[in-house]
């Protein structure tokens, strides 16, 4: 029982790092994702797209 434990304990251990490594990934790949959303939210179509509607809700409103 004990032996089980120690070897559970120790296995837990070497997984510690692997876990920051995949938390690394993954930030990563949201930043990338948020900078390509970026990208598109400023492209010309899509601003004229979001004041259009933001105005549309505006004279809704007013």
Do not use: H, N, P
């Not at 400023?42 to 797209?49: F, P, Q």
């Amino acid at each position: 029982m004990r032996r089980r434990l120690i070897r559970r304990l120790t296995s837990l251990r070497r997984d510690v790092g692997m876990t920051t490594a995949e938390y690394a990934v993954g930030i990563m790949a949201a930043c990338t994702f948020a900078l390509v959303l970026l990208g598109v939210v400023k492209s010309d179509a899509v601003r004229s797209a979001l004041t259009g509607i933001v105005q549309s809700a505006l004279g809704l409103a007013g």
